[in-house]
């Protein structure tokens, strides 16, 4: 097996045990936030699988689909007029989306076999 093929062999394999299959739809907030309550881009949510997160555009992205949560990532996407942008994010990690208008974190608070807690955060640009 030549080296770009086995190493994208790999990398698949990893992606698809980071990913895992697709779970059912779900969001629990902690405390009375829920994802309604994310449209300004600042909430922290338990989320156990893929959810759609509507967002209001003030830092550029207008939602974040969570596509999956595996036991070592969540991986999501952030939709902007743009274009979208591909995220995975381990336990205490984070992500930046910069626009004009501002930026979008996304940080993994919690991560385990049950779920996750992100954290979503917008400063204005």
């Known amino acids: 097996m030549r080296r770009p093929t086995a190493a994208a062999a790999l990398l698949t394999a990893l992606a698809l045990g980071l990913i895992g299959p697709p779970a059912t739809a779900s969001a629990q907030p902690p ?54 942008g591909l995220g995975v994010v381990g336990p205490a990690g984070s992500v930046r989306f910069g626009s004009e208008k501002g930026t979008l974190a996304v940080r993994v608070l919690e991560l385990g076999p049950d779920g996750a807690v992100i954290e979503l955060s917008t400063q204005a640009g």
């Open 31 to 84: 405390g009375n936030v829920d994802v309604a309550g994310c449209l300004d881009g600042n909430c922290t949510l338990r989320i156990t699988g893929p959810v759609q997160i509507p967002l209001d555009g003030r830092a550029g992205p207008t939602g974040l689909s969570v596509s999956s949560v595996g036991p070592f990532a969540v991986a999501f996407w952030v939709h902007r007029p743009t274009g979208d």
